[in-house]
């Protein structure tokens, strides 16, 4: 599967914005995918995830409250909606997806596939 992501931007402390992960292929649907992000001269750390149907979902602490993940199997996409960002939330966001019905999602070596990242700018 190939993934891309989208979506991202310069937005002010406060706003909102939502990223896309549009994947190819017939079985989006199989792929659990989660969204990770990196700030310069950080590691990559785990924001959020999704399961194969979208029945579950898990949030960073960082995030929970202010972000929400969702998938729309029909059109091969994951969104993510953030809302009252911060620039500490400035980074570039990956998404990532792997074809299982496990559940280690906030471990960045377990998934198979990466789209290409899309900045996030957040200013104070």
């Known amino acids: 599967v190939q993934l891309q992501a989208s979506g991202g931007g310069l937005v002010q402390a406060g706003g909102s914005l939502r990223l896309s992960c549009a994947a190819s292929?017939?079985?989006?649907?199989?792929?659990?995918v989660g969204w990770f992000r990196q700030a310069p001269g950080k590691e990559r750390e785990f924001v959020t995830a999704?399961?194969?149907?979208?029945?579950?979902?898990y949030y960073a602490d960082s995030v929970r409250g202010r972000f929400t993940i969702s998938r729309d199997n029909a059109k091969n996409t994951v969104y993510l909606r953030m809302n009252s960002l911060k620039p500490e939330d400035t980074a570039v966001y990956y998404c990532?997806?792997?074809?299982?019905?496990?559940?280690?999602?906030?471990?960045?070596?377990?998934?198979?596939?990466w789209g290409q990242g899309t900045l996030v700018t957040v200013s104070s």
């Open positions: 292929g017939r079985t989006f649907g199989l792929y659990a």
């Open positions: 999704i399961s194969w149907s979208g029945g579950s979902t």
């Open positions: 990532a997806a792997k074809m299982s019905r496990g559940n280690s999602w906030s471990d960045y070596n377990w998934y198979d596939y």
